[in-house]
């Protein structure tokens, strides 16, 4: 195994290197569970990289949107040039699953968008966890959605070897088993082609094709090259070919499979014809035979994933094989944001049940649909080897299950959790204007928060009546004006926002000094423990950061995110003393953000625009406006995430498709 090894010219700073040993030393000690609590701006991922490091174990990290594991993805590429960083997330640039609505009777068509380029990537995780165990895989909670078993997956592949006497027709049907695409017009990913004496493949994972001479059935030469360019980049001696498809199966093993979806057909419609629903019966006797007439003539059909269970041999509430199930029996997990990553893979397993349930029980799928399914959370936490939680704020999961909770306080940069007060609500709006004056005077900018859409606007109309540049922003700002909002913000356009839940997390405002909580001591979501410390953390990207809570009593989670933050601030304080650091604020560039670099396209991993592109041709219409709705997706999701400034750099960029400029 190639060791595992961080490249970055700088090292550990603060307390990473203390977070660093413990966590490591646990891992090796047995521990399943820890959780590493790192404040906004400490380095976290750093010092997961620097564990990987430290234990060298096989690596899945964790994250809860595509856009955050996109961030981690480019930055352990970065961390791990010389091992195998994948990034494994879902393919969909939009995806409408199949589902009915009883109510209206309203049957919605599985409808989808699969972005080539990330659908490539998913492949080459696959890959390189069969060939490798330098491997880091950055995904989504869509890695405990079905895959085919490891043990088919390593089966279903072709090799030739340089010198080996081969059947070519053989080879060919095997490159069809394997769902490639026989093309001998034009070579892209996916494909495969014959010319003569020469055999080309696409594989579905690489950037680069194979070349194969032949010399009658002789395998004479190999060789790598660029399918673009036709420039042959390297010499081999064996080839190894992977599936074209996440989910494929031997044909014997499919065919096998066909008595036993006619036998659950057979049971199916009885108990239909039983019950009186002639419809339902009709309806899946004519989906089924369908797909069985696929499944026996090409090995395939639409919506095979369905029927995966008995293909796979699976019984009745078996749980599926995943991406987990691809790692060694030893590796580490990395959850990061874990309180909010956590609730979201407790609670996909009982919607796509619920979905499923109608499909079936109206008869357009067969039972065993409902064993295509994600992980239960139980099932996923069984499979998972040691892990580490990461998040500022863990939650009751986290800290309960964890052999120990290792704190990381100190920011690289000197900066301070920021200063907390409390003040009564009663004359508020009078305090709030004084302490903005402070900082419109010294160029900073102030966001207030509030707990409903209407105090939002009411509150803006009021300080925008005394002379102050102000906004809002809630979910029902347009999501192009949210952009624009939040981008002229840091430009100094205004110097006051206001806001709800939409500035909690995910925010990154360094020219922010200033937060006010209004109404901080009411119960529910928006002023829980958690949300209040992620408010909290909006102001520490500044050296001046200051929150005021507004409210005429003490509650609990105010009383718990003070204290925390009290506490961190002191540790902080005490560290900067001395070490001699002076904090300052971050200086970061607002085009930084703005600016899309083709560079940056590698690194984004298939979430950049310059990846986008590489899946469609926009000189081809209908392929051009696959590309603006595949964008459109990209940059709904930026928004989504609160990522405003990387959504406008998208919007942008679907005008000028739209205009006609590539």
């Avoid at 199916?268 to 003539?297: C, H, P, Q, S, W």
């Avoid at 609160?642 to 959504?647: G, T, W």
């Amino acid at each position: 195994m190639r060791r595992f090894e961080v490249v970055s010219p700088f090292g550990p700073a603060g307390d990473q290197n203390e977070a660093i040993s413990a966590l490591a030393n646990g891992i090796k000690a047995g521990s399943k569970y820890q959780t590493l609590q790192g404040v906004t701006g400490s380095g976290k991922t750093f010092t997961m990289a620097k564990i990987i490091e430290a234990v060298q174990m096989p690596t899945l990290i964790v994250s809860h949107n595509k856009t955050l594991a996109a961030q981690l993805y480019r930055e352990f590429k970065g961390f791990f040039p010389d091992n195998a960083v994948e990034y494994f997330v879902s393919y969909y640039d939009y995806y409408q699953p199949e589902a009915y609505v009883a109510s209206r009777d309203l049957y919605i068509e599985k409808d989808s968008s699969v972005n080539a380029e990330i659908e490539r990537m998913r492949l080459s995780a696959a890959r390189s966890m069969m060939e490798r165990e330098d491997v880091i895989i950055v995904a989504t909670v869509s890695c405990i959605y079905g895959m085919v078993t490891p043990d088919v997956y390593r089966k279903m592949t072709a090799t030739f070897s340089k010198g080996e006497i081969v059947d070519v027709d053989s080879l060919i049907r095997r490159f069809v088993e394997l769902q490639y695409e026989r093309n001998d017009a034009v070579l892209e990913r996916g494909r495969f082609r014959r010319r003569g004496d020469t055999l080309e493949i696409y594989p579905a994972y690489m950037e680069e094709a194979y070349r194969v001479d032949l010399d009658w059935d002789r395998v004479e030469r190999i060789r790598r090259f660029n399918p673009v360019s036709g420039e042959m980049l390297e010499e081999l001696d064996r080839a190894l070919i992977y599936p074209a498809k996440q989910f494929v199966m031997p044909g014997d093993m499919v065919q096998n499979s066909m008595d036993t979806i006619r036998l659950e057909l057979k049971d199916r419609l009885e108990y239909f014809k039983n019950k009186g629903k002639i419809i339902e019966a009709e309806r899946l006797k004519t989906r089924v035979e369908y797909d069985i007439e696929m499944l026996t003539e090409m090995g395939y059909c639409p919506g095979i994933e369905n029927y995966s269970a008995i293909l796979a041999g699976r019984k009745p509430g078996d749980s599926p094989d995943t991406l987990v199930d691809y790692l060694p029996k030893e590796h580490l997990t990395f959850i990061d944001e874990s309180h909010v990553t956590l609730p979201q893979l407790g609670a996909m397993y009982a919607g796509d049940r619920s979905r499923k349930q109608s499909l079936v029980d109206y008869g357009f799928r067969l039972p065993c649909a409902l064993d295509n399914r994600p992980l239960r959370y139980d099932e996923f936490t069984e499979r998972l080897d040691k892990t580490v939680f990461v998040s500022a704020t863990p939650g009751k999961t986290e800290i309960e299950q964890s052999a120990q909770i290792v704190q990381q306080l100190i920011r690289p940069t000197g900066l301070l959790d920021p200063e907390i007060e409390v003040r009564p609500s009663e004359g508020q709006m009078e305090d709030i204007y004084s302490e903005v004056q402070k900082r419109i005077r010294a160029g900073e900018r102030s966001l207030i928060l509030t707990l409903t859409k209407k105090m939002a606007e009411d509150l803006t109309d009021y300080l925008s009546g005394l002379g102050l540049k102000v906004r809002y922003i809630h979910s029902e700002i347009e999501t192009i004006e949210r952009v624009e909002i939040l981008t002229q913000l840091r430009q100094g356009s205004f110097d006051i926002l206001v806001g709800i839940n939409l500035l909690r997390e995910g925010i990154d405002l360094p020219e922010v000094s200033f937060i006010a909580i209004l109404d901080a001591d009411k119960i529910g979501f928006l002023r829980s423990l958690t949300s209040l410390v992620q408010i909290i953390g909006r102001a520490a990207r500044n050296a001046a950061g200051k929150v005021i809570m507004y409210a005429d009593r003490m509650s609990d989670a105010m009383e718990k995110a003070i204290a925390e933050t009290n506490r961190r601030r002191e540790a902080q304080i005490a560290y900067n003393k001395k070490h001699g650091i002076t904090p300052e604020t971050v200086k970061k560039a607002i085009a930084e953000i703005l600016t899309r670099h083709i560079e940056e396209a590698d690194e984004a991993a298939g979430t950049t625009i310059e990846v986008l592109k590489k899946s469609f041709n926009a000189l081809i219409p209908a392929q051009r406006k696959q590309l603006i709705k595949a964008l459109e997706s990209e940059m709904v999701e930026y928004a989504k995430n609160l990522e405003f400034e990387q959504a406008a750099a998208v919007r942008d960029e679907i005008s000028r498709i739209k205009e006609g400029i590539f």
